[in-house]
């Protein structure tokens, strides 16, 4: 080679190595500039209760395995009611107001929420969702979502309650509902001849109601309480826990809040791993699906939780077949 060519090498060599380390120094830029020009999705997360913590942090985890990441691609919109049945549609006509693209709703309160604000925005809703549509495989309108408890399983923590203490007789069953709802009625009544138990119904959904209905409980001389969770309930949680530990009631609701409260036990749908369902659904609807796309999903996992420290202050020994049945034991 000559001593011109070589030269010319050297000099190429250089040029190109020149621009590698320019286009290494620069791509944390380009990257940077490219995810300041990437399109920002807004979603809505409204609850009728309170803060979902360990829901939303499902939520947001399943949602950052599928590429959507807070700050980057993602913004968050959150709205909590606290159990206010009076501020959630509110709440829900603000996230439409701000653009969201698809509104993640629980429970059943802050779907129906959600569906009166809007009939063109997506919602993915966590709670009694067949309520809100009439085919499950193929939901028409603008919801869809996954079911909490379906209806054929709301006996079941009644009936665990049973087989935990096999004494009780006199079950006080609280519901949000209106007084003297004649489905209620029927349906405490249905739970109490299958289980061989008197069941009495309490519809309640203010705080009024709740004490007069307290303290009609133990007129009758009820001897177990079962509570169906609601975001009424779960902002008057402490006081119901409360009022089982002073009476020495074991209490059952669906959800492990209660027994880690203080309450004896309970049983239903693992709610932090439907958020993590319900990512999946919102992913689904960025990229274009539509709610009819979008099958209603009913729970295949349940959660039993055990509270032997309440069932100490309460005399109680749980059958070793609850025990063992439990996915979680609180000492």
């Known amino acids: 080679m000559s001593e011109l060519a070589t030269t010319a090498h ?7 190595l020149l621009a590698n380390l320019w286009l290494v120094s620069s791509a ?18 409204l609850s009728a209760g309170p803060e979902p913590m360990g829901g939303l942090r499902a939520f947001r985890e399943t949602l950052a395995e599928l590429g959507w990441v807070e700050g980057r691609n993602l913004h968050i919109e959150s709205r909590f009611a606290g159990g206010s049945g009076e501020n959630v549609a509110a709440l829900a006509a603000e996230l439409v107001a701000a653009g969201v693209q698809v509104i993640v709703a629980a429970p059943s309160s802050g779907i129906r929420a959600a569906k009166e604000a809007t009939t063109t925005v997506p919602i993915v809703g966590i709670g009694m969702v067949e309520r809100f549509v009439t085919n499950l495989a193929r939901p028409e309108g603008n919801v869809t979502g996954v079911i909490t408890i379906p209806a054929e399983s709301w006996g079941k923590h009644l009936e665990l309650l049973k087989e935990a203490v096999p004494s009780i007789s006199q079950v006080a069953y609280f519901v949000d509902a209106q007084p003297g709802d004649p489905a209620l009625a029927a349906r405490a009544a249905a739970l109490g001849q299958s289980l061989r138990l008197t069941v009495h119904p309490f ?3 203010t705080e009024g109601e709740l004490q007069a209905a307290l303290q009609e409980a133990l ?3 009820v001897d177990a309480v079962a509570v169906m969770d609601t975001p009424f309930f779960a902002a008057q949680r402490r006081r119901l826990t409360r ?21 004896l036990m309970s049983y239903g749908t693992n709610i932090v791993e439907l958020y993590g369902h319900a990512a999946r659904y ?16 009913q729970p295949t996992k349940y959660d039993l939780v055990v509270n032997l420290k309440a069932a100490r202050f309460l005399g109680l020994t749980v059958p070793q077949k609850v025990v063992q049945r439990a996915n979680r034991l609180i000492q």
């Open 219 to 221: 007129a009758r001389r």
């Open 203 to 205: 519809g309640v959904s």
């Open 28 to 45: 944390p830029e380009a990257q940077a500039r490219e995810q300041e020009l990437a399109p920002v999705a807004r979603i809505g997360v």
């Open 282 to 297: 919102v992913d689904r609807v960025l990229k274009g699906a539509a709610p009819a796309d979008l099958p209603v999903e």
């Open 10 to 16: 050297r000099c190429l060599t250089g040029v190109l």
């Open 243 to 263: 009022f089982v530990l002073r009476n020495k009631l074991p209490a059952v609701s669906l959800y492990p809040a209660y027994p880690e409260a203080g309450f």
